[in-house]
């Protein structure tokens, strides 16, 4: 008597060519308690994406906010980008290429092989961003839903690779040589959400011009992907990058009518919401609030020295 024996199985790739899982011999992961982790970046901007990109009445993600990929990953509290959404972390004291990885961006992927992704760019100027080199060898005949797997081996230099708690590295020296890119002073990372449509008309592509398949669609409040932290790996001046800050201030915070800006390298702002929109914009020290609502919002400010973002609270 012939008995059928039937396993569930992650879903196929084409191949398995890149690094394992945390804890398999090759593993590339690194833990948020690892000794090589320096400093946790703590400045960050998002730019949310819809929850579902073929319906944008559905409204945008909106689950965590910046302050939750401001801190040590803990796999819990972490900011949802949305369909497409952006994350740009800034350095106050440039980011330099080291030996071995530089940068690890930890996501909050509940288990083994159950992938959300995102692109890596970095940037010397904050304005020319270059795209660490992806790859995704993912079948693409078969749309993966939420909560499908895949196997972590089948990408490469995509965010999100690994589960909770482990942080995909990424090495400055793979872009050495890149045309408006200095890897001795990356000034600004920037992380953006694959969207895992197979549909050419949503999705989005790896190095090679091959659509990438991660579970699509989720029109949930937590869309996308779901940032946890940024952890830098290499030896940060954090003495400098301390030192430029107190020289900023923004002030009354909690504001009601108007909010200052002090500093002598002040150029100009911007203010945004919880959903990456722009609400204000100018040159002013000054800025009269009385168009906004009580909320919570971010003021991108770009000085000489490069750009920064604080947060403040309208009562």
């Known amino acids: 008597?012939?008995?059928?024996?039937?396993?569930?199985?992650?879903?196929?790739?084409?191949?398995?060519?890149?690094?394992?899982?945390?804890?398999?011999?090759?593993?590339?992961?690194?833990?948020?308690?690892?000794?090589?982790?320096?400093?946790?970046?703590?400045?960050?901007?998002?730019?949310?994406?819809?929850?579902?990109?073929?319906d944008p009445t559905l409204g945008y993600a909106s689950h965590g906010n910046a302050t939750d990929a401001e801190q040590k990953a803990n796999g819990t509290s972490v900011v949802s980008l949305g369909d497409g959404g952006i994350a740009t972390y800034y350095f106050a004291a440039p980011i330099s290429n080291g030996p071995g990885d530089d940068f690890a961006v930890f996501e909050n992927g509940f288990m083994d092989h159950y992938l959300e992704?995102?692109?890596?760019?970095?940037?010397?100027?904050?304005?020319n961003y270059i795209r660490f080199l992806a790859t995704s060898e993912i079948q693409t005949d078969v749309q993966l839903s939420n909560f499908d797997t895949v196997n972590c081996r089948y990408v490469n230099n995509l965010a999100g690779k690994y589960r909770a708690n482990y942080g995909t590295p990424f090495d400055l020296e793979e872009l050495d040589g890149t045309v408006g890119l200095d890897i001795n002073a990356i000034t600004s990372i920037r992380i953006i959400d694959v969207v895992g449509s197979i549909d050419p008309n949503f999705g989005t592509?790896?190095?090679?011009?091959?659509?990438i398949n991660d579970p699509f669609p989720t029109p949930f409040a937590s869309s996308g992907f779901d940032l946890d932290g940024l952890a830098i790996l290499q030896p940060y001046a954090l003495g400098l990058a301390q030192e430029e800050k107190a020289n900023f201030l923004i002030y009354p915070n909690p504001a009601k009518s108007y909010l200052e800006i002090s500093g002598e390298s002040f150029l100009s702002y911007k203010i945004f919401d919880s959903f990456g929109r722009i609400l204000l914009n100018g040159k002013e020290h000054s800025i009269v609030l009385s168009d906004l609502n009580p909320g919570v919002y971010s003021i991108y400010i770009e000085t000489e020295s490069g750009v920064k973002i604080e947060s403040f609270v309208k009562i």
């Open 205 to 211: 592509t790896d190095q090679n011009g091959t659509i």
């Open 117 to 127: 992704l995102a692109f890596v760019e970095v940037s010397s100027d904050n304005q």
């Open 1 to 54: 008597m012939i008995k059928w024996i039937f396993f569930l199985l992650p879903a196929i790739g084409w191949g398995q060519s890149f690094a394992p899982e945390p804890g398999q011999p090759g593993s590339t992961a690194v833990h948020k308690d690892s000794s090589i982790i320096t400093y946790w970046a703590d400045e960050v901007f998002i730019e949310r994406g819809l929850m579902y990109i073929a």
